[in-house]
Nanobody
Framework: VQLQASGGGLVQAGGSLRLSCAAS????????MGWFRQGPGKEREFVSA??????YYTDSVKGRFTISRDNAQNTVYLQMNSLKPEDTARYYC????????????????WGQGTLVTVSS
């Protein structure tokens, strides 16, 4: 299983980015996909997840970020709007075949991360 994240970059506060995570090596449509982030000097934290039918968000991104999936393309997206400097982090996508939730320790497969930098 391979996860390839992309779409990070430098953006001004208030701007938008869309992250993508392409999965290969498994049947994508039935598994939970999650996005996590780790900022400088911070622990890894949950951002959002999508199961077959439900979506989950951490409180700090609700109303600003939207997670979606395209099962035909084996890809999950994270649309990030109204970005803030505190959103600066390396963003990782993750997949698990059985778990649905926010605990990063439970996710089995991880991408390499993509860096998001939000300037003030």
């Amino acid at each position: 299983v391979q996860l390839q994240a992309s779409g990070g970059g430098l953006v001004q506060a208030g701007g938008s980015l869309r992250l993508s995570c392409a999965a290969s090596g498994l049947t994508f449509s039935t598994y939970t996909m999650g996005w996590f982030r780790q900022g400088p000097g911070k622990e890894r934290e949950f951002v959002s997840a999508i199961s077959r039918t439900l979506t989950y968000y951490t409180d700090s991104v609700k109303g600003r970020f939207t997670i979606s999936r395209d099962n035909a393309q084996n890809t999950v997206y994270l649309q990030m709007n109204s970005l803030k400097p505190e959103d600066t982090a390396r963003y990782y996508c993750a997949l698990d075949r059985f778990y649905v939730g926010s605990n990063w320790l439970e996710y089995e497969y991880w991408g390499q991360g993509t860096l998001v930098t939000v300037s003030s």
